[in-house]
């Protein structure tokens, strides 16, 4: 309750934990006004005030909440279905971006997937070892349909985080039909760590691997705003099988820290909208190092030898060679 503050007593930061308080009393303890001009044991027992509680000795504990880390994660979307896809031919990725929403690191296991249909879908990830807070890591999926019938299955990434694991449904339906498939050079576009107001740039390749007409709608850019699309030939773009088109993504932070966007591709393929994820990170450039200034006997010597090697030029002359006729 603050009634009787002592400025001597002074706390201590302390990280998040239990802790036992032990209050102990002495024998020439007295309670006074606060900041009074009496001394211990001098006799102004009496003139302080507990307020409203006993006259017990009494401490007032105060200090900032400290929350506990929290260890987290989310994906999105939580299911990937394939529109129809050609039986017995791959399909292109659908991805799943998992990012860490806790405040500490999550440690990542393994990517288990289960059901009767699992064979027919192959999974990759970049989501191991351990997740930053607010980085990102992907899941993505293709789909190779043995018939044509529907299929499904299930994903599952362990990890230690309070809401494991990561449950992703899958589905798709198999076709005799030739179809459309969006394949990308890279489902995730890394930048890595960056400087601060400096730019990087990364292309992006989509290729019609499938055996009909590729349409793609308009390319839509997501999350962080140090992410921008510099050049798109791929939206409103019309692709032939095996014909390409490309994008370029730039990265420049504007602030240290973890940034995270997708690009996400919409079409008429059997794993539209496909999504590419984006990750970067932007750092402060360290102050260089100050060079240490020469002591004043040290820059006397070396003014001394500065003024001997002028001597020894202006005599000789500059390059300085052997005297004629030594080898």
Do not use: K
Not at 171 to 193: E, I, M, N, Q, R
Not at 254 to 270: D, L
Not at 282 to 311: D, E, K, N, Y
Request: net charge neutral; glycine share 10%; proline share 7%.
């Amino acid at each position: 309750d603050a009634l009787c503050g002592d400025s001597t007593l002074v706390t201590a930061v302390l990280p998040a934990g239990s802790y036992t308080l032990a209050v102990s009393a002495f024998l020439n303890m007295s309670f006074a006004e606060n900041l009074g001009s009496g001394t211990l044991g001098d006799g102004f027992i009496g003139l302080g005030s507990f307020g409203t509680r006993t006259n017990a000795y009494a401490v007032d504990i105060s200090g900032d909440t400290v929350a506990a880390p929290t260890l987290l994660l989310s994906h999105l979307p939580n299911g990937l279905t394939f529109g129809p896809q050609t039986v017995g031919v791959a399909s292109g990725p659908l991805v799943v971006v998992v990012t860490n929403t806790g405040t500490a690191n999550v440690s990542l296991g393994a990517l288990t997937p289960s059901g009767a249909d699992a064979a027919q879908f192959a999974a990759a990830t970049t989501c191991t070892g351990t997740l930053a807070p607010a980085a990102t890591c992907t899941i993505s999926v293709v789909y190779t349909p043995s018939a044509a019938v529907p299929a499904s299955a299930m994903l599952s990434l362990a990890s230690d985080a309070s809401n494991a694991p990561s449950s992703i449904a899958l589905g798709g339906t198999g076709t005799a039909a030739p179809v459309a498939t969006a394949s990308l050079s890279a489902t995730t576009l890394d930048f890595g760590t960056r400087t601060v107001g400096s730019a990087t740039t990364l292309p992006l390749v989509v290729t019609n691997t499938g055996g009909a007409a590729l349409a793609i709608g308009s390319l839509a850019l997501a999350g962080s705003a140090d992410f921008s699309v510099v050049t798109d030939s791929c939206s409103g773009a019309n692709l032939a099988p095996s014909a390409t088109c490309s994008v370029s993504v730039r990265f420049q932070p504007t602030s240290a820290g973890v940034r995270g966007g997708t690009v996400t591709i919409p079409s008429n393929a059997s794993n539209s909208p496909a999504q590419v994820a984006l990750t970067g990170v932007g750092a402060v450039r360290a102050p260089p190092t100050p060079v240490p200034a020469l002591s004043p006997p040290a820059l006397a010597w070396l003014s001394l030898a500065l003024a001997m090697f002028a001597i020894v030029v202006l005599r000789r002359g500059w390059p300085i060679t052997r005297r004629a006729g030594r080898r």
